[in-house]
C-alpha cells in the first residue's frame, strides 16, 4: 500500500471478508468518525482544498473554496472546474493525474470574482504514486497580501535608490551635456566651411579666398571633412544616447497616474510603429502586424501604454540583427484586451528571465533596464499583466494584458445561486 494510507484501514481491508454485520457496523461508524474530524480539520484551514475526478468534475470543497471562488457545495458538485477556474489548464493537471507519481504542479493566476484575488495553486494526484489516479487534489492558497506587500517593499526600496541616484546623474549630467551638444553644433558650422574649402568653384569658396588661388589640397580636405562629419555624427549620436538614459531616470522615478479612459488598443499599437517606422527601416527589420479587427476598447491611458510599447519594441529590435521579424499582435481576452510583441532575436535564458524588471539588470551590452521596469510599472498601475515567453536562439515574445474598460461583477442568483450570465461586451473598434 503507498505510504500515505491509514493502517486503520489497512487492517479493516485484511479482515474484511471475516467481518458479520456487527463488525462491519462498528467498522462504519469509525469511517464516520473519521471523516467528520477529517471535514472539520478541512474547515478549519485558510487554504481552500477541492477534489477533481479524472474528468475535471468537482467532487469535494471545503470551505475555504467557497470564500475564495463564491461556489456552493449544493451546486458546484458535479460541474466541470473550467467552468470556475477557466485560467486552470486541465489539461496539464489531467496528464499529471494520468501519469502518478508524486510530481506537484504549481500555478499563479488572479481571479475577478467573487473578488479581485491572486491565488497560489498547487495540483497532485490523490493515489500518490500509483498510475492512472482516481483524481487530483487541488490546493488554493489566497497569495493576494503577501504579493502586495512584496510589490510595495521592492517598488520602495527600488524608487528610493533612483530617486536619489537619479536626481544626481540629471544634475551632474545635464549641464555638461548641453555644453557639449553646442560645441559640437559649432564644429559642425566649422566643418562646413572646411568643406566649402575644399571647393574651390563654389560660391562659399569665392568669398571666402576671393583673391588667392585654388588649393592644390582640396582632394585632403574633402576627405578631412568627411571624416569629421563621420565622427560627429558618433559624438551626437552618443549624447543622444546619454540624454535617453537621464530622460528614462526620471521617468522612472517619477511615475504619474494614468488618465484612464476607454481606449483602442489597435490605434496605440498603429500609432507606436508609425513613431519608430524610420528606426525599424534603418535597422533593416521587418514588421508583421496583425491587428484584430473587432477588439474592445479597454481602460488606459494611451500615452503611457505607447510608452511601454515604444520600450518593447526599442528591446526587440535591439535584440534582433538585419532581416529580423518583429510582430505585434492584437487580441481580445478573458475580460481584458492583449497586445504581443515578438522578436526573432537571441532570447532569453532562464536565468535572465527571473530577472527581468529589475532596475540596472539588462541582458544587452548597452542598457540600463530601467526600460523594462518602467513597462512594468505602468502595467501594474493600469491592474494589467505581463506575460513573458523565450527561447534562446529562438526570440522572445511580451504579452500585455489590459482591462475592458467597464467590469460587471458576476452576480449568483437567489434561487439557483448559479453565475449570472456575462455582460455585453463593449463597443468593438477596429
Known amino acids: ?55 475535471g468534475r468537482v467532487v469535494y470543497l471545503n470551505q475555504s473554496v467557497t470564500r475564495l471562488l ?18 486552470l489548464d486541465w489539461a496539464k493537471v489531467a496528464s499529471l493525474g ?47 497580501e503577501a ?28 549641464n555638461p551635456l548641453n555644453a557639449l551638444h553646442i560645441h559640437l553644433q559649432l564644429i559642425e558650422r566649422e566643418v562646413k566651411k572646411l568643406r566649402a574649402l575644399a571647393a574651390p568653384s563654389s560660391p562659399a569658396a569665392r568669398l571666402l579666398r576671393p583673391t588667392r588661388p585654388a588649393s592644390t589640397h582640396a582632394p585632403e580636405l574633402a576627405e578631412l571633412a568627411g ?32 488618465q484612464v479612459q476607454p481606449s483602442s488598443i489597435n490605434q496605440v499599437v498603429r500609432e507606436t ?27 488606459f491611458d494611451s500615452a503611457q501604454i505607447k510608452q511601454a510599447l515604444v520600450n518593447l519594441i526599442k528591446n526587440s529590435m535591439q535584440a534582433m540583427t538585419r532581416g529580423g521579424l ?6 481580445a481576452a478573458s475580460e481584458g484586451v492583449v497586445v504581443s510583441v515578438a522578436d526573432t532575436g537571441g532570447g532569453i535564458s532562464p536565468e535572465q528571465l527571473r530577472r527581468i524588471g529589475e532596475p540596472f539588470y539588462t541582458t544587452k551590452k548597452k542598457g540600463t533596464g530601467l526600460g523594462l521596469m518602467i513597462v512594468y510599472r ?17 526570440g522572445t515574445i511580451f504579452r500585455l494584458w489590459l482591462p475592458l474598460h467597464e467590469r460587471h461583477p458576476r452576480l449568483l442568483g437567489a434561487a439557483t445561486l448559479e453565475p449570472a450570465p456575462s455582460p455585453e461586451p463593449p463597443p468593438a473598434t477596429e
Not at 230 to 258: C, H, M, N, W
Not at 378 to 393: A, T, Y
Open 326 to 331: 518583429l510582430t505585434v499582435e492584437t487580441s
Open 273 to 299: 510603429l508609425e513613431l519608430l517606422r524610420p528606426e525599424l527601416d534603418n535597422r533593416g527589420l521587418l514588421v508583421e502586424t496583425r491587428l484584430k479587427r473587432r477588439v474592445p476598447n479597454a481602460a
Open 1 to 55: 500500500m503507498p505510504a500515505g494510507k491509514s493502517s486503520f484501514l489497512d487492517k479493516v481491508l485484511v479482515r474484511i471478508g471475516r467481518l458479520d454485520a456487527e463488525g462491519l457496523q462498528k467498522v462504519v461508524q469509525r469511517l464516520a468518525r473519521e471523516r467528520d474530524f477529517l471535514e472539520t480539520l478541512f474547515n478549519t484551514i485558510e487554504d481552500g482544498v477541492l477534489v477533481l475526478d479524472t474528468q
Open 98 to 144: 494520468r501519469a502518478g507519481g508524486r510530481k506537484v504542479i504549481r500555478q499563479e493566476f488572479e481571479i475577478e470574482y467573487p473578488r479581485p484575488r491572486f491565488l497560489r495553486l498547487f495540483a497532485a494526484p490523490l493515489d500518490g504514486d500509483a498510475p492512472e489516479s482516481a483524481g487530483v487534489a487541488l490546493i488554493l492558497h489566497d497569495a493576494t
Open 227 to 258: 571624416k569629421l562629419e563621420r565622427y560627429l555624427g558618433v559624438a551626437k549620436g552618443e549624447i543622444s544616447r546619454l540624454d535617453y538614459i537621464i530622460t528614462q531616470f526620471l521617468q522612472a522615478i517619477r511615475p504619474t497616474q494614468p
Open 147 to 174: 504579493r502586495e506587500q512584496t510589490f510595495q517593499a521592492v517598488e520602495s526600496e527600488r524608487l528610493q535608490a533612483l530617486t536619489l541616484l537619479a536626481a544626481s546623474v540629471a544634475h551632474e549630467l545635464g
Open 378 to 394: 505602468i502595467l501594474r498601475e493600469h491592474g494589467g499583466r505581463i506575460d513573458v515567453e523565450s527561447h534562446p536562439g529562438k
Open 70 to 87: 463564491g461556489l456552493q457545495p449544493d451546486t458546484a458538485e458535479g460541474q466541470p472546474i473550467a467552468r470556475y477556474l477557466p485560467a
